[in-house]
């Protein structure tokens, strides 16, 4: 409960912060009431003696103990990355992954069971392919970050940037952030254990490798309608 009550004066604080801050930058009380959804009496009462310099400090605490408020309370957690048009806006994505990997370090030091992540992005939903979090999968997503933030110090520009962009499918990039590769058929069957040399193997084998691609969201398609080469076709 005391937790809960440092939360609630935080976010409190912070609805205080953003109107000092835009009344100091010039914003009109009837811009700003508009914005806030609050009265331009109310606006005005909590502005006009309000210390910005005190509630930025007292912000600093609930900036460093991880729960900002959100930018956009309407963003999507899955907005591509084509759509982010500044590096600050590339910057604050890293961040936010950088702090999920610690919050799954946490859990794995903590906890017996391991956390899940979802392949696919939130506009599936119920649509869900898991996948366990491990050191390993927060190792790879580290490297992924640390290769992003080098691009981005090195770039001027989002024009510049390669190597952070994908293909149009949502799903490709949750899987990139997810440091999650393609699934490779002969890669597949090789972890599965799964020879293909024989007809019937290789049926069942290619049958399993497109259920695992429905599973992760990389196909629409039924599985077992699928084309399969190893299949017998019509006599």
């Known amino acids: 409960m ?8 935080q976010a409190e604080r912070e609805p205080a ?129 640390a290769f992003d933030v080098d691009e981005l110090a090195r770039a001027r520009n989002v024009d510049d940037l390669t190597g952070a962009r994908v293909g149009d499918d949502p799903r490709a990039e949750r899987r990139r952030r997810l440091a999650e590769p393609d699934l490779a058929y002969a890669e597949f069957t090789r972890r599965k254990n799964l020879p293909w040399r024989s007809t019937r193997q290789g049926e069942a084998a290619w049958d399993a490798y497109q259920a695992e691609r429905h599973h992760r969201g990389e196909t629409n398609q039924a599985p077992y309608t699928a084309y399969n080469p190893f299949r017998p076709g019509p006599a």
């Open 17 to 145: 912060w953003a109107l000092v801050a835009a009344r100091v930058e010039g914003v009109s009380v009837r811009k700003a009431a508009g914005a806030a959804g609050l009265s331009p009496t109310r606006v005005h009462q909590l502005t006009k003696d309000a210390n910005l310099d005190a509630l930025d400090l007292g912000l600093g605490e609930f900036r460093a103990a991880g729960w900002p408020a959100p930018e956009d309370p309407d963003a999507s957690g899955d907005e591509e990355l084509s759509g982010r048009v500044s590096i600050a806006e590339r910057l604050v994505d890293e961040v936010g992954w950088i702090r999920q990997c610690a919050d799954w370090i946490d859990h794995l030091d903590h906890e017996s069971n391991p956390p899940a992540a979802n392949l696919r992005p939130e506009a599936d939903f119920p649509d869900r392919a898991n996948v366990v979090v491990d050191f390993a999968r927060v190792s790879a997503i580290l490297r992924r970050i």
């Open 2 to 9: 005391r937790r809960a009550a440092w939360r609630l004066e």
